[in-house]
């Protein structure tokens, strides 16, 4: 992992997982730990866009399909969407609710946990689709942003934790 100060707006500390995402032994590892954090599941939700190459890994290993939650004005038709706050800003996210059977159990996954607003909404949007949310998982937790309480009594799963 890389840690860059000031970025991308000053007093963040940007943790960059790209070097872990370009190494093959380390993606493998966190792929699988990823995949199997909450048992079985119907559907990976990756939150655009670091979460989604994850998500679609993560897929491939459990042999499920993946839920793109996308930020505004990507998706075609019928969109749910939720807003949220950041550690550097605001953001939206939106789903196709069709792509989600019902009932279906839902891994959601992204590489950082800090805040908690992306995940949160990303659960939501479960649920309002007509999803339930298996758990989340997350490659980093930067605890002292406060997350993993924002979650609620949502289950999450942090590989590491900063
Ligand atoms: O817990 P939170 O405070 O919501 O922050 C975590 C989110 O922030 C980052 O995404 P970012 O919005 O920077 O978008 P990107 O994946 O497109 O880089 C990260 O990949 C998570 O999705
Ligand atoms: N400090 C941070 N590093 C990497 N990704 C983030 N997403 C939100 N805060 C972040």
Do not use: N
């Not at 939700?45 to 996308?70: P, Q």
């Not at 946990?113 to 990303?122: Q, V």
């Not at 939501?124 to 490659?139: N, P, S």
Request: net charge negative; glycine share 12%.
């Amino acid at each position: 992992m890389r840690v860059q100060q000031d970025f991308p707006i000053p007093g963040v500390l940007f943790r960059d997982l790209t070097p872990v995402l370009a190494d093959a032994a380390a993606l493998r590892a966190v792929t699988r730990a990823l995949a199997h954090a909450h048992g079985p599941v119907d559907v990976v939700a990756g939150l655009e866009s670091r979460g989604f190459l994850l998500a679609a890994a993560a897929a491939a290993v459990l042999g499920t399909g993946v839920l793109a939650v996308r930020k505004p004005g990507k998706l075609p038709g019928d969109v749910l969407s939720e807003s949220f706050e950041l550690e550097y800003g605001t953001g939206t996210f939106q789903v196709h609710p069709s792509d989600v059977p019902d009932g279906a159990r839902v891994l959601v996954l992204d590489d950082v946990l800090a805040t908690g607003g992306s995940a949160t909404a990303a659960c939501r949007l479960v649920e309002r689709a007509g999803g339930t949310v298996a758990g989340v998982a997350v490659a980093i937790e930067l605890v002292d942003l406060g997350g993993r309480a924002a979650l609620g009594p949502v289950p999450l799963v942090a590989l590491r934790r900063w």
